[in-house]
């Protein structure tokens, strides 16, 4: 699938403002044609999701049952599987960016995308929340079904889906400033690998998938909530299972402040690091 | 004799060869084996977090989940330092590159594996001895159990991944359905077994050993019952000798694909 984004430019009359309009846009809807060619290698990679809920659900039923619980922090046990599936989709949906930019950057590669109409950043943004979106909707639907069967009830909050939806794009815009700028580290580090690694558990423990954030001590969620990454996960799957307008409409001005901040940062990492890109021969 | 004294040889000499290798960038190496211990330590964290609201699940304590994670983390960790190539077999047979070990007077199965350090997994040892530490449980007889069960841990990681990979051999290129498995074995290893009933529980001691890395040298080191090890030790034997049958008659089907490749 192949896309002439220069005939589209050419076709285009709106002056300084197309490429927001037209050109990223298009490499959008292109690389989301060509990842719909590989929506059954996702369903095969969903295996996973699949492991991880069987085992949260054994984890979570034996603790219930072993502390004689109904609810944990007004979470029933259905609630806090539906809550890991959702949080789990949201967090095994993401492509691996930083992986990428870190090659780019090692091998060099990243001078060739230089001399391209296009600016970096937003390029690998249309190509990351489209790929992302895909894999997003193939776990949820897969997500949703184990769930469902595990535990024989939906209890998630069907009224507030379409601005749930708005919470997960901007969940996915704020991943990709956080994993952009850990791949751009790659011009002064040797291998980002170890430092994806951590924001990762991060993600996992701080961010709230393993578990929602009102479980934890306070000094923790206290930590938890100067960071962004609580707006990654726990935001969009604490909705999930109980919408309430006021609540989304928080954490969305949350999501758009941080969005703001962590851009601006990918911003600056990107313009330093290409001052110290040398590239030797051809 | 001969014979394992060569492949101990070929062992010691690749792993200095790699360990220099990866010395050469040794802030890189430091780094990355701290970073990989920091990653570690925080699923150590999730776990303290975990048993801070419940103190017991299915009869583990957090206690008990620190020596798990020492035995599987330090397993893992010497599985990859000594054999990293383990999860590369599949790419290895369908890119061709197998032609390189089957020219040499080399066992092909340990050349294979024992070419390639995981630097990573050093941060893994070092990890799984600092939780040991912290777990309560140090005395030299629970040092020496740890030891021996970590070294039978390796060996079933390394095992099924040789048995995952080979694979390949039979049905093509079958790098993600083994990656998969392995991930799978890793997954289910890191959780107290006691969450698991029922058939998951069978499967778990056959099908997909995970039980025999987590459970059994979590019980054996708990409670000193030395039958376990013995039974642990007859289960490295029997997926051995599944795991290199596997191997070798798979390396009957292998056809060269007269690739030009050059290791550096």
Same mark, same amino acid.
């Given at each position: 699938m192949r896309t002439d984004l220069t005939s589209v430019a050419g076709r285009s009359a709106i002056g300084r403002l197309w490429p927001w309009v037209v050109k990223y846009p298009e490499v959008a809807r292109t690389n989301l044609q060509n990842q719909l060619v590989y929506v059954f290698d996702f369903v095969w990679r969903s295996i996973f999701l699949l492991i991880i809920v069987y085992i949260f659900t054994q984890l979570w039923r034996t603790t219930f049952s072993s502390m004689g619980m109904t609810s944990l922090n007004g979470y029933t046990?259905?609630?806090?599987?539906?809550?890991?599936?959702?949080?789990?989709?949201?967090?095994?949906?993401?492509?691996?960016?930083?992986?990428?930019?870190?090659?780019?950057?090692?091998?060099?590669?990243?001078?060739?995308?230089?001399?391209?109409?296009?600016n970096y950043v937003v390029y690998n943004y249309c190509v990351f929340t489209s790929e992302a979106a895909i894999r997003w909707c193939v776990n949820l639907l897969i997500g949703c079904g184990i769930v469902y069967a595990v535990t024989g009830e939906v209890a998630c909050s069907p009224q507030g889906l379409p601005l749930i939806l708005i919470s997960v794009l901007l969940s996915m815009s704020l991943q990709f400033c956080l994993l952009m700028a850990i791949g751009l580290t790659a011009f002064w580090l040797e291998d980002t690998k170890a430092v994806f690694f951590i924001y990762q558990k991060l993600l996992f423990i701080l961010g709230g998938m393993l578990l929602p954030l009102e479980v934890y001590p306070p000094a923790f969620q206290r930590l938890a909530s100067f960071l962004p990454l609580r707006f990654v996960v726990y935001g969009p799957a604490r909705l999930f299972v109980g919408f309430d307008y006021h609540t989304w409409l928080a954490f969305t001005a949350a999501q758009l402040g941080w969005i703001f901040v962590l851009g601006g940062l990918v911003a600056l990492l990107y313009r330093l690091g290409v001052k110290k890109l040398n590239v030797n021969g051809g | 004799?001969?014979?394992?004294?060569?492949?101990?040889?070929?062992?010691?000499?690749?792993?200095?060869?790699?360990?220099?290798?990866?010395?050469?960038?040794?802030?890189?190496?430091?780094?990355?084996?701290?970073?990989?211990?920091?990653?570690?330590?925080?699923?150590?964290?999730?776990?303290?977090?975990?048993?801070?609201?419940?103190?017991?699940?299915?009869?583990?304590?957090?206690?008990?989940?620190?020596?798990?994670?020492?035995?599987?983390?330090?397993?893992?960790?010497?599985?990859?330092?000594?054999?990293?190539?383990?999860?590369?077999?599949?790419?290895?047979?369908?890119?061709? /590159?197998?032609?390189?070990?089957?020219?040499?007077?080399?066992?092909?199965?340990? /050349?294979?594996?024992?070419?390639?350090?995981?630097?990573?997994?050093?941060?893994?040892?070092?990890?799984?001895?600092?939780?040991?530490?912290?777990?309560?449980?140090?005395?030299?007889?629970?040092?020496?159990?740890?030891?021996?069960?970590?070294?039978?841990? @390796?060996?079933?990681?390394?095992?099924? @991944?040789?048995?995952?990979?080979?694979?390949?051999?039979?049905?093509?290129?079958?790098?993600?359905?083994?990656?998969?498995?392995?991930?799978?074995?890793?997954?289910? @290893?890191?959780?107290?077994?006691?969450?698991?009933?029922?058939?998951?529980?069978?499967?778990?001691?056959?099908?997909?050993?995970?039980?025999?890395?987590?459970?059994?040298?979590?019980?054996?080191?708990?409670? /000193? /019952?030395?039958?376990?090890?013995?039974?642990?030790?007859?289960a490295v034997l029997a997926m051995g000798i599944i795991a290199v049958s596997l191997f070798y008659r798979g390396l009957r089907r292998y056809e060269s694909g007269n690739l030009i490749s050059i290791r550096l």
């Open positions: 046990l259905s609630q806090i599987l539906w809550y890991f599936m959702f949080a789990e989709t949201i967090v095994l949906s993401h492509p691996a960016l930083s992986d990428t930019i870190d090659a780019e950057v090692k091998q060099g590669s990243v001078a060739y995308a230089l001399t391209k109409p296009y | 004799m001969l014979t394992v004294a060569k492949n101990l040889g070929l062992m010691t000499s690749y792993f200095r060869a790699n360990l220099g290798m990866a010395m050469e960038y040794r802030v890189s190496f430091i780094t990355q084996v701290l970073g990989m211990a920091l990653n570690n330590s925080l699923w150590a964290l999730f776990w303290w977090l975990f048993f801070q609201n419940f103190p017991s699940i299915g009869g583990w304590q957090y206690a008990d989940l620190l020596v798990l994670y020492a035995v599987v983390t330090i397993g893992f960790g010497t599985a990859m330092s000594l054999m990293g190539n383990c999860n590369r077999i599949s790419r290895i047979i369908a890119e061709g /590159h197998l032609d390189y070990y089957l020219a040499l007077p080399e066992n092909v199965l340990i /050349h294979v594996l024992v070419s390639r350090m995981d630097i990573y997994s050093v941060g893994d040892i070092v990890f799984g001895i600092a939780v040991y530490i912290i777990s309560g449980s140090v005395s030299w007889f629970n040092t020496l159990l740890l030891l021996a069960a970590s070294l039978l841990t @390796a060996a079933i990681f390394v095992l099924f @991944a040789v048995a995952a990979h080979s694979l390949t051999f039979y049905l093509g290129n079958a790098e993600t359905l083994a990656s998969q498995l392995f991930n799978a074995l890793i997954t289910f @290893a890191m959780y107290p077994t006691s969450i698991f009933r029922g058939l998951a529980r069978v499967l778990l001691f056959t099908v997909l050993p995970a039980g025999l890395i987590g459970l059994v040298p979590t019980e054996l080191i708990r409670g /000193h /019952h030395l039958q376990l090890l013995a039974f642990l030790a007859a």
